[in-house]
Every structure is written in structure tokens, then in C-alpha cells.
């Protein structure tokens, strides 16, 4: 480091130069999730000229080589020459920071887009952009390599029609891990998307494989169909979920919920169509609406009161009491909205909490005067919520308070690593003492921790919180982890970066594979969400001939294949089917399962959450005739180790 520091040592990026050179303060990451983003900023350009009232629809394609391209039939991004700055419009947009339509109100009255910074950050981070505009009876283009124009806007042709189409390659120079996109990933947001606005038609196309595919995303009911797609398969309350639509000082407000007999909470907060998944004032506005209302009615309400059965008379319900089971859709239109960072994760307008308040106060006490029976409904479901709160809170304060909050002590079989960085060990969470034994000879005690559970796993798809909190299966789980759960859940705390269930290759491991991912899904799912699950691959067969080194073989076709290239001495070979991975010793296990530089894993991945939620309600839950339908109409798809 040079003792010289002068005027000569400050740096001034110019143009789209500060996006590529910290492009996350701008996207998040240069990992799939900021890949991703990109899309996501291009497609809210358009869904911006929806709520304008000049789009309806959209195109969304991933083409071949990594390309990506999305067009509308909006107005098209104007060419004209700026009477500032001096070149097209199309350029200004393209290759300038905070440079759009979305900060003059006459444009637009609300947008996603309002940092002015998205599709110029796409632009900037693309090995290469094509923009075509076509408006005023004629086409437009212009082409960017890296945020810098390579061609004048030209004017390529005639057409009656108007819209705007971007083409882009996203730079493996900015996204090193990779620049592929995830087809599912992309569908979720384009879903909610087309939830959030009921007016559009959103294409989805997909023209990377041999057959082309394509999905149109049109949901007419908005979200109150989108509430009832969330529930899908379960008992709700109320069957038509409740609306509130409500516009106070140019901020409208569109909620839509229900209740369902799960003890979850599922809340999706949007400003301007943008998801903000850390919340912010509007979701607060709406919690405190939401514990207002309901124990207002409940003080009204002598018999309920008295079935809470507690002497202190003062006793409210807490918003944890009155979320169990409720099912929302908040969706705000702000014409100005105050974002924490350029992602937009979560809102900031105080002005947002009070209107949100108010509206939800008022709409909702007419509409439980005019639905006595949902009221009451909701308040038996919000009682039973809290007699478990009160019980919980006499008996095991203090046991509550270390367990949620502290973590449990460590459990007495866990046998744990040396290390303690988290992004340096795992764990492995072993079925049964037999296996557990094996993995603890094998295993590098460095960095490898190893967890034997027994016994039957809980569904916790069927329980109650409390119960999920005192189960003696689950809590070794919770207590190695060190995260806590549910509302308390602190991803900080996690003490390993790869949680690794490894259970036998027959039904019974495939049982409690499945109970352990319904528990993570339901109570921790950041640590899927963050890529921290996986699932060990042991071997099926071992093939031996003679005295040669074994070789493991984790499908019959692998089998098959080794057989195949003894030729003449496969039938000397000694073909061992494993059925347990108590059959192994130290060495084997570690040779096959656990030594990282050979062994199989499979990251578990939620790419679509809704799916993922419906497929854990239908398959795990009380509902009995999804469940039979759902197994006959994949049956086809089974493969059954009997």
C-alpha cells in the first residue's frame, strides 16, 4: 500500500462503469440469484407499462446460447433526441443511471422501476444488448456491448403495431459461478406477476430444448386467485377468500386472505408488483389492523372471552395467536415508495403503515358484522393459538426462552466437529445407532459432525407449533442446528453449511427423508433456500471379483455396466445388495458417502415455492382424497424399492 495518497489516487467511473465494477450493490450478487434478477428487471419495465394501462401483454423467452428476450406491446421506450442531453431517448435509457420515465408522474403514476437504474444495469452487465422499439409506424434498434453503444439508433423498417423488445446475454466475465438460467425459477416470479395484475397475459417460452415449450400466465381472478392457488388442496376459511380494495391519497391498497388449518403463517407483501420480502411498513400497517380488529370483536364477545381461559382479564390476543393459518396477499400501488437498497426488499414509507391501518380497520370490521360465522371461525382458531401461548408460557418459560431463542443444549448423541466456522462443516444426520456408528468411524472429525436420531419422525404437517417444539425426535434436530424455529428461526446462528440426511436406500429411509425435509420446509426454509440441505447417495451394490478393489455401484445400470465389462468373469463376481447403511463399516462409508472428494450428494432445492408448499400440504397433511389423487395421477413415476 502506497504511503502516496493524493488527488491523483481518486477514481471516477464514468458512464455504467460503477455497475460493473460493484455489480452487487445493484443486483444483490453475481450468483444465480442476481442472474436471475436481471430478468426480473427488464419484465417489471413492462408490467410498469400495464399498470400505465398501454401493455397486456408480455413475452418472456429464454433462447438458446443464454439469451434472453423480452418484448411487449406498450408504447415503446421513445428514440426521439433528449432536448438535454443530446441523444436518443433509447440511448439516455439504456446507458445512463437514473435515467427513465418512472420519475415524471405523468408517465407513470406508479412503477417497480422507480431507482431509474434497471434495465441500464442489465445493459451494463450484458456481454451484449440488442434493444428494438417499434412506435410511430416505424422499428428502431440499437445494439450495446457492455453498457457501450456499438451502433447508432437506426430506423430498420415500418410497422403499425408499438412495443419494445430487449435481447441481452448476460457477461460470464460479472456472473462467474454461471449464466444459465433456471426455468422455474423465472416461472414463480412471472406467476406472481401475472397474479398481481389480472389484465395481462404473460408468454413464457422456453426455446432452449428440441421441442420448444411455452406456458401463458393469465389469472383473471388476481389475487384472490392467488390466495386460493397458495391453499390449494387444504380447508380454508372463508371459502371465497376476503377482499379489501381501497385508494387514499393516490396510495391504493388491494389485499385478498384466508385461513387455513395448518398452523403457518403464509404473508406475500408487493409494492408497485415488486415482492418485498422483508416486509416494511405496509406489512406492519396490516398487523396491527389485523390484532386491533380481531380483539375488539373478541372483547365484544363474552362466551369466546371467557374460553381463554386465563384470570388475567387484560389478556389480548397476539398477532402470533391471530397468524396461525392465515393465508395473504398484500399488494400496494405507492407513487412514490421508499425502498431499504436498490433490490427492494422492503418498504419504508411511514405514510404506507397509517393508510394500510385505517383500511384494513374499517373494511374489515364490516366485513366480519356481515360474516359472523367466518368471525367466529377465526377467533376459535386465534384462542386455540393462544391457550397454547399461556400454557406454554406458565409452564416452560424459561425452557421456551432457551430453546427459541438460545438454542438447546447440544444432544448427548451428537458427535460433533472440531471446527467451528459453519462455512466449513457439516453435519450428517443418520438413521438409526447402527449407521450413526459407522459414520462416526469414518467420518473426518475435523469438519464432519454426525447426528443418530431413532424412532418415529413427527409430521409435523399434522401438529401444532408446541408440539414440534417439545418432540423428542425434532429437538436433537433444532439443538444441533442452533438456529431455533419457526417465528424465532435465525439463520446466523446455523452452525453448519451443509445439513446432510443420509438414510437408507429402501421406503422406510425414503419416509423419513421426506418427514425431515416437511419439517425444514414448514420451520426453517431459509436453510434450503440458501442451498444448505442435501441428500447423501450411498451405494446400492458393491461388485467385487476376487481380491480387486471393490467397485460401488449406486443404480442397477451402473450395476449392469460393471458386470458388463468383466466380461467372461461376471460370474465370478460377488454382487452384495446393500439394504442399510448399518452393513457398512467406517471405512466403506467414508469411501462411498462421505469423503468429499468422491462421494454423491443432491442438493435439495425449492425452486418454485407455491408448488413445493401445495405438494407438502397434499402429501403430508389430513386431507385425505388430494392426497389419492395426487398418487394416482403420479404413480407412473414411481420407483418403488420393494
Given amino acids: 500500500m502506497s504511503a502516496n495518497y493524493g488527488a491523483s489516487n481518486i477514481q471516477v467511473l464514468k458512464g455504467l462503469e460503477a455497475v460493473r465494477k460493484r455489480p452487487g450493490m445493484y443486483i444483490g450478487s453475481t450468483g444465480p440469484k442476481g442472474l436471475h434478477h436481471l430478468v426480473y428487471e427488464t419484465a417489471d419495465n413492462c408490467i410498469d407499462e400495464a399498470m400505465a394501462g398501454f401493455c397486456d401483454k408480455i413475452v418472456v423467452a429464454l433462447e438458446k446460447n443464454d439469451v434472453v428476450r423480452i418484448d411487449d406491446n406498450g408504447r415503446g421506450i421513445p428514440v426521439d433526441i433528449h432536448p438535454t442531453e443530446h441523444i436518443s431517448a433509447l440511448e439516455l435509457v439504456l446507458t445512463r443511471l437514473h435515467a427513465g420515465g418512472k420519475f415524471d408522474k405523468s408517465s407513470y403514476k406508479v412503477s417497480g422501476g422507480l431507482h431509474g437504474v434497471g434495465v441500464s444495469c442489465v445493459n451494463a452487465l450484458s456481454e451484449w444488448m440488442e434493444a428494438t422499439v417499434i412506435r410511430d409506424g416505424h422499428i428502431y434498434r440499437q445494439r450495446y456491448e457492455r453498457g457501450v453503444p456499438k451502433t447508432k439508433v437506426e430506423q430498420i423498417g415500418d410497422s403499425e403495431l408499438h412495443g419494445t423488445t430487449i435481447r441481452w446475454k448476460a457477461d460470464k466475465s460479472i456472473f462467474t459461478e454461471t449464466t444459465t438460467y433456471n426455468y422455474d425459477v423465472l416461472k414463480d416470479r412471472l406467476r406472481e406477476l401475472a397474479f398481481l395484475n389480472s389484465g395481462i397475459k404473460i408468454y413464457f417460452r422456453d426455446e432452449r430444448l428440441e421441442t420448444p415449450k411455452e406456458e401463458v400466465l393469465q389469472f383473471v381472478g388476481g389475487i384472490k386467485e392467488f390466495v386460493k392457488n397458495l391453499d390449494e388442496g387444504k380447508g380454508v376459511v372463508p371459502e371465497d377468500p376476503i377482499y379489501i380494495n381501497e385508494e387514499r391519497d393516490g396510495v391504493i391498497t388491494e389485499i385478498s386472505m384466508h385461513y387455513n388449518n395448518s398452523y403457518t403463517e403464509n404473508i406475500r407483501t408487493y409494492v408497485n408488483d415488486i415482492n418485498t420480502r422483508d416486509g416494511g411498513?405496509?406489512?406492519?400497517?396490516?398487523?396491527?389492523?389485523?390484532?386491533?380488529?380481531?380483539?375488539?370483536?373478541?372483547?365484544?364477545?363474552?362466551?369466546?372471552?371467557?374460553?381463554?381461559?386465563?384470570?388475567?382479564?387484560?389478556e389480548k390476543l397476539t398477532y402470533e395467536d391471530i397468524s396461525s393459518g392465515l393465508t395473504a396477499v398484500i399488494s400496494m400501488k405507492v407513487p412514490e415508495p421508499e425502498f431499504e437498497g436498490q433490490t427492494k426488499e422492503k418498504l419504508g414509507n411511514t405514510e404506507v403503515r397509517t393508510i394500510v391501518d385505517q383500511v384494513v380497520k374499517e373494511k374489515l370490521t364490516i366485513y366480519f358484522e356481515q360474516n359472523p360465522s367466518v368471525l367466529e371461525a377465526i377467533l376459535k382458531k386465534a384462542i386455540d393459538e393462544a391457550k397454547a401461548r399461556i400454557a406454554a408460557r406458565k409452564a416452560k418459560d424459561n425452557m421456551r426462552k432457551k430453546s427459541m431463542s438460545d438454542g438447546f443444549g447440544l444432544p448427548a448423541k451428537l458427535a460433533d466437529c472440531s471446527m467451528k466456522n459453519p462455512e466449513l462443516c457439516e453435519v450428517y444426520i443418520v438413521e438409526g445407532d447402527s449407521a450413526g456408528g459407522s459414520a462416526k468411524k469414518g467420518r473426518d472429525p475435523k469438519t464432519q459432525a454426525i447426528l443418530p436420531l431413532w424412532g418415529?419422525?413427527?409430521?409435523?404437517?399434522?401438529?401444532?407449533?408446541?408440539?414440534?417444539?417439545?418432540?423428542?425426535?425434532?429437538?436433537?434436530?433444532?439443538?444441533?442446528?442452533?438456529?431455533?424455529?419457526?417465528?424465532?428461526?435465525?439463520?446466523?446462528?446455523?452452525?453448519?453449511?451443509?445439513?446432510?440426511?443420509?438414510?437408507?436406500?429402501?421406503?422406510?429411509?425414503?419416509?423419513?427423508?421426506?418427514?425431515?425435509?416437511?419439517?425444514?420446509?414448514r420451520y426453517m426454509p431459509q436453510i434450503i433456500e440458501n442451498g444448505y440441505v442435501y441428500l447423501a447417495m450411498p451405494p446400492l451394490f458393491k461388485v467385487q471379483l476376487g481380491k480387486k478393489e471393490p467397485v460401488y455401484c449406486y443404480s442397477e445400470a451402473e450395476r449392469d455396466e460393471v458386470l458388463e465389462s468383466l466380461g467372461e468373469q461376471r460370474e465370478k463376481a460377488d454382487v452384495q445388495r446393500y439394504k442399510g447403511l448399518g452393513e457398512m463399516d467406517g471405512k466403506q462409508l467414508w469411501e462411498t458417502t462421505m469423503d468429499p472428494a468422491h462421494r454423491k450428494m443432491r442438493v435439495v432445492t425449492v425452486p418454485d415455492a407455491i408448488a413445493a408448499d401445495k405438494i407438502f400440504s397434499v402429501c403430508m397433511g389430513e386431507e385425505v382424497e388430494p392426497r389419492r389423487q395426487f398418487i394416482e395421477n403420479n404413480s407412473s413415476y414411481a420407483n418403488l424399492d420393494i
Fill in 456 to 521: 418415529k419422525m413427527l409430521n409435523v404437517e399434522k401438529v401444532r407449533p408446541e408440539k414440534v417444539m417439545n418432540n423428542d425426535k425434532l429437538e436433537p434436530v433444532i439443538a444441533t442446528l442452533g438456529t431455533g424455529f419457526g417465528k424465532f428461526f435465525n439463520i446466523d446462528k446455523l452452525r453448519y453449511h451443509k445439513i446432510i440426511i443420509m438414510a437408507d436406500a429402501d421406503v422406510d429411509g425414503s419416509h423419513i427423508r421426506t418427514l425431515l425435509l416437511t419439517f425444514f420446509f
Fill in 281 to 314: 411498513t405496509h406489512l406492519d400497517g396490516f398487523k396491527n389492523a389485523m390484532r386491533f380488529v380481531l380483539n375488539k370483536f373478541l372483547d365484544s364477545n363474552e362466551k369466546l372471552k371467557k374460553s381463554l381461559g386465563t384470570v388475567d382479564k387484560d
